[in-house]
């Protein structure tokens, strides 16, 4: 409510003094039907639950001011969980961590992915999980040829709805049933429009979570560019070190009349830091095309190489696959309907994943989305622990925009 009353605070000075203000926002309300994998329970993972429900309350307010070449904007994010899940039964004289479900419910279920400044309160207690985060925070400086932000930023760029491994400070959300989210970045960018077809940005980010706001900054500096050479080609490129590895990758894509191809690399060294660890590759290919007025198709499949001294309860990565395959399909039943489904393969596992939702509009600003969200087949691979922590979901949402 602090973070709140500040933003309330800070919008209504900003009006006083006559400069343009936007406030807009959305909230949203789920309830899912959880039903455990099979798998979660012979395995050790202690994830000994067959069927629970949960309860998910969500939203955000998001404001902007601009005054001269100077803009800044906040956004407040509210979240309210609640499921058995987070409090399993003792084991022997031990208390015990919420089930990893719960991550995936609420996934990304860390809104801000670099911080060094202290703009959040999470608690949990018994049943429930409580979050205030302020994950949007920055003031920013327009000219002509260059930009300058500062504070808490979203970083958002690459084509990749399923997985997008050239951006690591915003992961996609298209395999939840979370929307409206975006994580926030604590740092300095600095963007600089060298041509009309070229852009060179320049991110300096920090990083204390890993050590509770104790020791070093982890620090982020990365470069990413965007060059056009033709009106229908344009080549992104990445380079840095970030998350103790030094990275580079690109991204290149070409718009056909009809349709969008898309392809992504990016390599990361063995951590900088004395840990055991191995070199991660990412590569993923995309075709995008609208196929009728109604009839929306994607493709996304690629490889993500599996860190082999992750903990599968990280979820760093939610998509669980090493070689996958998806095929995204949205249709218009009708200007107020519409069904999406979604089928996610790992090629060398055999793990397949579901997803489909269908959206009536109720009014301009209100829908109703039921979904369901299944791994159809298992996978006989034994590496990848995640596969087996995936559960089955059927649940209906309500969201409003403002």
């Known amino acids: 409510m602090r973070i709140m009353f500040f933003l309330v605070i800070v919008f209504n000075l900003c009006t006083a003094f ?59 994010f509210a979240r309210y969980s609640e499921s058995n899940l987070y409090d399993p039964a003792p084991l022997g004289p031990f208390e015990r961590d919420p089930y990893f479900a719960t991550k995936i419910f609420t996934f990304p279920n860390r809104l801000v992915a670099r911080d060094i400044f202290q703009m959040q309160h999470i608690e949990q207690s018994g049943t429930h999980q409580t979050e205030s985060i302020l994950n949007k ?33 915003n992961q996609p959300t298209a395999l939840t049933s979370t929307s409206q989210v975006a994580q926030g970045n604590d740092g300095v960018s600095f963007t600089f ?13 920090g990083d204390k979570r890993i050590e509770n706001y104790d020791g070093a900054i982890n620090r982020t500096l990365w470069i990413h560019g965007e060059l056009q050479p033709t009106d229908k080609l344009q ?44 070199h991660l590759w990412d590569v993923l290919v995309g075709y995008d095309r609208q196929l009728t007025s109604k009839w929306h198709l994607r493709f996304e499949g690629g490889y993500q190489k599996q860190d082999d001294y992750a903990n599968p309860g990280t979820f760093t990565r ?37 997803i489909a939702k269908g959206t009536y509009s109720i009014t301009k600003s209100t829908e109703v989305e039921a979904f369901g969200f299944s791994p159809i087949s298992k996978g006989d691979s034994t590496d990848n622990l995640a596969q ?10 309500l969201r409003t925009f403002f």
């Open 18 to 76: 006559a400069v343009e203000t936007e406030i807009s926002g959305n909230l949203e309300g789920q309830v899912r039907n959880s039903t455990n994998n099979p798998v979660a329970k012979e395995a050790p993972l202690f994830q000994d639950w067959d069927q629970e429900n949960f309860y998910l309350v969500y939203g955000n307010l998001h404001g902007k001011v601009e005054f001269g070449e100077s803009r800044i904007e906040a956004n407040w």
């Open 137 to 169: 925070f920055y003031y920013e400086w327009d000219d002509e040829d260059q930009r300058f932000m500062l504070g808490r930023l979203y970083v958002n760029y690459g084509l990749g709805e399923i997985f997008n491994p050239i951006n690591p400070f």
């Open 193 to 205: 429009f060298v041509k009309d077809n070229h852009m060179i940005q320049f991110l300096f980010l």
């Open 235 to 278: 080549i992104d490129y990445v380079l840095g070190e970030d998350q103790s590895r030094n990275k580079i990758g690109s991204q290149v894509s070409y718009q056909f009349e009809e349709s969008l191809m898309f392809f992504q690399f990016l390599y990361q060294t063995e951590l900088i830091t004395p840990e055991a660890s191995v």
């Open 318 to 354: 939610f998509l669980p696959t090493e070689y996958f395959a998806a095929l995204a399909n949205v249709y218009e039943v009708h200007p107020l309907v519409k069904v999406s489904g979604t089928l996610v393969n790992d090629i060398k596992s055999g793990f397949s994943y579901l």
């Open 388 to 397: 087996k922590l995936v559960t089955t979901d059927i649940g209906i949402s």
